[in-house]
């Protein structure tokens, strides 16, 4: 049984270009989760989706960033215009539901550079 | 959100006890505690949870005193593989409780 599966794990883009970035939950996981973290820093909620919907993406910034998380494929956090600032680690978490007491299952991360 | 306070970092040598406390001072009725574990180049991988009193699993315990206004994890003969960031986190068990607060975690170097 797979865990959270991210791809690509290190993404380089110069400024400017689109980054796209993957997920896919565990099986039988329904909910996805974004965090982006910076150096030394903890992990910032960005976005909560459901299959076809987008619940909560209070934490996404408004502009050049966009989350996806279709019928069939893996969810997809995707940059556009990449600067400088957005280079991190962005997470993608799943859960069987919601709740502070479920199970929360991260992945490893995709490590984005902006060149 | 209940607010988590924890020391930056922290130091052990191999095969010692090693305790990390987080205060959460306005910690609600309905809150429960997680800590974290995040390895470098890793997501965090959950650890324990608890209510109140104390909870044991294969990996740690946790202590959570009366009143709730702070925690202890408590790591049993740590390793070199245990050098991690730990993170306290607090937070309800509501369907609407999903957005999970990191701070900056305490940053444990086991030292051989």
């Known amino acids: 049984n797979a865990g959270v599966m991210q791809n690509p794990r290190h993404l380089v883009r110069r400024r400017g270009q689109e980054a796209r970035l993957r997920c896919s939950p565990m099986k039988g996981h329904s909910h996805v989760y974004w965090y982006r973290q910076l150096p030394e820093e903890g992990l910032k909620f960005m976005v909560y989706l459901q299959k076809e919907n987008i619940i909560d993406e209070s934490g996404m ?4 960033f966009s989350a996806e998380f279709p019928k069939e494929g893996p969810s997809i956090l995707r940059i556009q215009q990449v600067v ?4 991190a680690a962005y997470f993608c ?3 069987p539901g919601t709740g502070f007491d479920v199970g929360y299952t991260f992945g490893s991360g995709t490590r984005l550079t902006v060149v | 959100l209940a607010k988590t306070t924890q020391p930056i970092s922290m130091d052990s040598y191999e095969g010692q006890e090693v305790n990390i406390t987080c205060s959460h001072n306005n910690i609600a009725t309905n809150d429960y505690i997680t800590w974290y574990q995040q390895f470098p180049s890793q997501g965090p991988r959950f650890i324990i949870q608890g209510y109140k009193t104390k909870v044991t ?4 315990s946790l202590f ?3 009143d709730r206004k702070s925690s ?3 790591l049993p003969r740590v390793s070199l593989s245990d050098t991690a960031v730990y993170y306290c986190l607090v937070g309800d068990s509501g369907a609407g409780s999903y957005q999970l607060t990191f701070g900056k975690g305490t940053k444990l170097s086991v030292i051989p």
Not at chain 1, 84 to 87: A, E, L, P, T, V
């Open chain 2, 64 to 66: 959570i005193p009366a």
């Open chain 2, 72 to 74: 202890t994890l408590s």
């Open chain 1, 84 to 87: 400088r600032g957005d280079s």
């Open chain 2, 57 to 60: 699993n294969e990996v740690a």
């Open chain 1, 61 to 64: 910034p408004k502009e050049r």
């Open chain 1, 93 to 95: 978490a799943s859960s």
